[in-house]
């Protein structure tokens, strides 16, 4: 069962605290802002609200597919994984409850897993 401390107003703010601390990072704030126009930001973080609301409390607000946009950054690697990972971390375990947490790094994990596999292979690797 889910914790019940994982509500929407949760969700909420670990996507606005993960990408707040993620567009000031030198290695992946640039990144961003390159795929993201500053009006775009708004769209972006619901969006981002809507994919872990659809993971993780198993509402259907997300009917995207979470991989295109990463096979279409040509310097995504493994550092980039490791720093995004690493700030994901350092929010939900400010923000959340030790089991929440556990629940989003586990989803995170695995996703971004399966996109290093998929971007591996996408190029020939
Ligand atoms: C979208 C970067 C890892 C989930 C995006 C976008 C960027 C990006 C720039 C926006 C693309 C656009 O709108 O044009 C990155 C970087 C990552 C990373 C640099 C780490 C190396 C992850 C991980 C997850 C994730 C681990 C899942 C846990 C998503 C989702 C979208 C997205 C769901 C929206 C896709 C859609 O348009 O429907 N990412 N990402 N990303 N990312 Fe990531």
């Known amino acids: 069962p889910l914790p019940e401390v994982l509500d929407e107003a949760m969700i909420h703010a670990v996507v606005h605290g993960f990408?707040?601390?993620?567009?000031?990072?030198?290695?992946?704030?640039?990144?961003?802002?390159?795929?993201?126009?500053?009006?775009?930001?708004?769209?972006?973080?619901?969006?981002?609200c809507d994919f872990w609301s659809a993971t993780l409390l198993r509402t259907d607000r997300y009917e995207g597919?979470?991989?295109?946009?990463?096979?279409a950054i040509p310097e995504l690697g493994e550092q980039h994984f490791r720093r995004w990972l690493t700030l994901f971390r350092a929010t939900v375990e400010r923000l959340c409850p030790p089991?929440?947490?556990?629940?989003?790094?586990?989803?995170?994990?695995?996703i971004a897993h399966s996109f290093r596999l998929a971007i591996a292979f996408s190029r020939g690797e």
């Not at 567009?23 to 973080?45: C, N, S, T």
């Not at 597919?65 to 096979?71: A, K, M, Q, Y």
């Not at 089991?99 to 695995?110: G, H, I, N, S, T």
Request: hydrophobic share 45%; glycine share 6%; aromatic share 8%.
């Open 19 to 48: 990408y707040d601390g993620i567009r000031k990072d030198a290695l992946l704030g640039p990144i961003f802002d390159g795929a993201i126009a500053p009006e775009e930001w708004p769209v972006h973080l619901a969006k981002m």
């Open 65 to 71: 597919r979470p991989l295109p946009p990463h096979l």
């Open 99 to 110: 089991e929440v947490a556990d629940l989003f790094l586990d989803r995170a994990l695995r």
